[in-house]
Every structure is written in structure tokens, then in C-alpha cells.
């Protein structure tokens, strides 16, 4: 069965740190890639997707992933944290063409920013 | 702008008691999840409807949990009789036909006495 796994359970940086947070899938076919963010207290919404073409995608609020095929990761970054990106981060994954193919979430990765 | 709204967003009962929680879909959007969000577990798929017929609800207790898509415009997950162990915060999302691109509810907090 598909899986998703994000191996940072919660990481914990200064302002202007670098970020980067892993995620990996189990699927060998074609995938649809998403990174949701949950701040404290409210619902997930959209950072970003990928479906097909650049690898390299660019999100909102300055995040961008890669799609690694042969590592089956997608993971996100984002150059200089802001003390708003304190949130919990999701990646999710679909995988195949079927209609009915539902979307795998990860388990969270919450972020801590020092200000 | 267009979101998903979920009432109540908050509940307190008692086990034993039946829970209602509803969710209305952006409008246009033919595809509705239901999912459960708690510390332990993190976010679970409950329930999904395309079209409002049920397209998977594996993730979903049997034997207490319905999930229902009365109309386009409505759907409904109930719990019959309610546990301790339903607390959690409970989401809906939606989207639209072949995006794959969910909008989330605010979510139903659960509290079961």
C-alpha cells in the first residue's frame, strides 16, 4: 500500500535559518505531490503541488519542492524562515490515474521558529 | 472567496450521545472528504464522495460512524452512539473535478465526556 513519510517530527530554527523538510512516498507510478500548512489553531490550506513538468515547484509564502523520481521525495524548503512559518506542514500524496485514487497525507512535521 | 464552511466548530457531549457535524462543499465542487485529526494519529481519511456517491469509506468506523451526501451542496458525518475516543477535531475538504487540490473546512472540534 501507498505510504507517506516525513521523518522530522518537529524541527526547531532561528529566524532567517534555512529550511528544508523531508518527504518521502511509496509508489512507483505516476504521483500527484502537495505540501499543506496547518498554523495553530486552523484548518490546512495549499502551499503548493505538483502534477507534471519542472520539478522545481514554487509555492506561496516563498516555500518551493523538488520532485526527486528516483528518490521518491518531495521535499519542501524555503531559504530564510520568517516567526510566522511556526506551523505544522503535511505532505500528501496521490498516486495513479484512477478516479477513485484517494490522497495519503504524511504525519506532520510541526516547525518551531525562534524569533 | 468561495470556502468550506463546517458547523458546529465546536461540540461538547456526552458518550453516548449522537453527533452531527455538517459541511458545505465550495460550490461547484464535485468531490468531499472527511477526515479526523488528532494528536495520537495525526490526519486520517475517513470518508470521500465523488458526486455524492460514497467512493471510499475505509477509513471510517462501521459500526458507529455514517457519512452522507444528502446534496450537492450538504454532506454529513454522524456518530451514533459517541466515545471518549471520537474527540478530535474533525475536517471536511472539498474539490473540484480533476484537481485533486483540496480546500479545507475550519473543522468540528469534538469533545465526548
Known amino acids: 500500500a501507498q505510504s507517506v513519510s516525513q521523518h522530522n517530527h518537529h524541527v526547531i530554527l532561528s529566524e532567517a535559518a534555512s529550511l528544508e523538510l523531508g518527504c518521502n512516498y511509496s509508489?512507483?507510478?505516476?504521483?500527484?505531490l502537495f505540501w499543506y500548512v496547518q498554523y495553530p489553531g486552523q484548518h490546512l490550506q495549499l502551499l503548493l503541488k505538483?502534477?507534471?513538468?519542472?520539478?522545481l515547484v514554487k509555492g506561496i509564502k516563498g516555500f518551493e519542492a523538488e520532485f526527486i523520481k528516483s528518490k521518491f521525495s518531495f521535499n519542501l524548503r524555503k531559504p530564510s524562515v520568517q516567526w510566522s512559518d511556526t506551523a505544522e506542514y503535511f505532505c500528501a500524496v496521490r498516486a495513479g490515474y484512477s478516479s477513485a485514487s484517494k490522497i495519503i497525507f504524511g504525519s506532520g512535521t510541526r516547525l518551531s521558529i525562534r524569533p | 472567496d468561495a470556502r468550506v464552511t463546517q458547523t458546529p466548530r465546536h461540540k461538547v457531549t456526552e458518550m453516548g450521545q449522537e453527533v452531527t457535524m455538517r459541511c458545505q462543499p465550495i460550490?461547484?465542487?464535485?468531490?468531499v472528504f472527511w477526515y479526523r485529526q488528532t494528536m495520537m494519529q495525526g490526519l486520517e481519511l475517513l470518508a470521500y464522495f465523488r458526486n455524492r456517491a460514497p467512493l471510499d469509506d475505509s477509513g471510517m468506523p462501521k459500526d458507529r460512524f455514517s457519512a452522507e451526501m444528502p446534496d450537492a451542496t450538504l454532506a454529513t458525518l454522524k456518530i451514533q452512539p459517541s466515545e471518549p475516543r471520537d474527540s478530535a477535531v474533525y475536517f471536511c475538504?472539498?474539490?473540484?473535478?480533476?484537481?485533486?487540490?483540496?480546500?479545507f473546512g475550519p473543522g468540528t472540534r469534538l469533545t465526548v465526556t
Open positions: 505538483y502534477f507534471s513538468g519542472d520539478p
Open positions: 509508489y512507483g507510478g505516476t504521483v500527484n
Open positions: 475538504a472539498s474539490a473540484a473535478s480533476g484537481t485533486y487540490e483540496q480546500y
Open positions: 460550490l461547484g465542487h464535485n468531490t
